[in-house]
């Protein structure tokens, strides 16, 4: 069985991937962010976890949207 907190981290892992689909698909972390519901600083956290994990830059990112 998962612990609590187990369960919380794959929801995280399972949310920050989705963010990513669709900001690949939308070429756009803002816009992934605003289909999502959530602040842009929530999504460029949840990108930065995904490159961190990977040790690998996914998207180029610029201060315009």
Known sequence: TLSPSSAASDVYKRQDLQ???????????SAAARVMDMSPAVASAAL??????????LLARSTRS
């Not at 963010?19 to 070429?27: C, I, N, W």
């Not at 930065?48 to 830059?57: C, N």
């Open 19 to 29: 963010l990513f689909v669709h900001a690949a698909d939308l070429g756009s972390l």
């Open 48 to 57: 930065k976890r995904i490159e961190a994990l990977l040790g690998a830059r």
